[in-house]
């Protein structure tokens, strides 16, 4: 076997090295519907989180058992590594049909809960035809909210992300790599819904953003804001719940006054249980509030129909 060998110096580097990756467990959408399942108790949004714990069980279920979703060619996947892209890109595969079946088995397999709002929502994405729903997903995925009904955004979302999970953990991690500014996900491009600051391990202490589409997290550094990259006088905000002090809250806010613009962060220490997803729906008064205060939302979450926040 040959290599280089390492001098010490560069032998303790490397080993200070962050893990640039934290991938997600193949029962990510299980354990989010339990964790909304979970928070939904007692909470003003309880309707809403149970209904969208539904769908995740309904994700999971479909990545479990997923129809053919071929992913992109071997020939794709060298080029993007070549030129250091994001070897899911959503922007060119969510105009082609791959993802579709993901869509076709979790209208079979959720029925939702009876809602009419819901019903119609459900059967207005049946009727569409791909080319529409392609036209959808695009606009959703690229923030234009105001091009889709907003009542398709979490059931269109959650097709997505079956799609984009099931070709990530596919993935050879090989094909992950670190490049430009670290402020979309290296896997497909899409921005982050939060914050995740690990707490056990060789991630101890380390922020890991976790991508709204796939469910990829990667390291980036903290006190940098995730959207402008901005590290002056970034300020965390959280809301006062009773008995928890501020210091102690699991969920907060990362703002930037660079940009005017937030990332809420997830401190597992506090509660190691958080999902990115689930905590986000869960503490919308925070968004509430941050909006009074003029700071703006820069984090899309797919199970979140646009400007829903009553």
Not at 54 to 72: F, K, N, S, T
Request: proline content about 7%; aromatic content about 6%.
């Amino acid at each position: 076997m040959s290599g280089q060998i390492l001098e010490p110096g560069q032998i303790e580097a490397a080993a200070n090295i962050p893990p640039f990756l934290h991938l997600p467990e193949p029962d990510l959408f299980r354990r989010r519907a339990q964790r909304l399942r979970h928070l939904a108790v007692d909470h003003p949004l309880a309707a809403y989180l149970l209904l969208m714990a539904e769908l995740c069980e309904a994700q999971q279920r479909v990545l479990d058992a997923p129809p053919a979703l071929p992913g992109p060619s071997a020939d794709t996947l060298s080029r993007c590594l070549e030129h250091q892209m994001p070897p899911l890109g959503f922007d060119t595969l969510v105009r082609g049909d791959a993802w579709l079946p993901a869509l076709d088995v979790l209208l079979s397999s959720f029925q939702g809960t009876g809602n009419p709002s819901v019903s119609a929502a459900l059967a207005a994405l049946r009727e569409a035809d791909s080319g529409q729903r392609k036209v959808w997903a695009i606009a959703l995925l690229g923030g234009q909210f105001d091009l889709l009904p907003a009542a398709l955004a979490p059931f269109l979302g959650a097709a997505l992300q079956v799609a984009f999970s099931h070709w990530l953990l596919a993935l050879p991690s090989k094909r992950l790599i670190e490049a430009g500014s670290q402020t979309q996900c290296p896997a497909c491009g899409s921005p982050p819904v939060a914050g995740m600051l690990r707490h056990r391990g060789k991630y101890a202490g380390l922020r890991y953003l976790s991508c709204s589409l796939c469910a990829c997290e990667w390291h980036y550094v903290r006190v940098k804001c995730s959207h402008c990259e901005s590290s002056k006088h970034l300020g965390y905000l959280s809301l006062q719940r009773e008995g928890v002090a501020a210091e102690r809250a699991a969920i907060r806010a990362e703002v930037c006054p660079a940009c005017q613009g937030y990332l809420k962060q997830c401190y597992l220490e506090f509660d190691d249980q958080a999902d990115a997803v689930a905590d986000d729906l869960a503490s919308l008064d925070l968004d509430m509030r941050l909006s009074e205060d003029g700071h703006l939302r820069r984090a899309p979450n797919l199970l979140l129909a646009p400007g829903n926040t009553d």
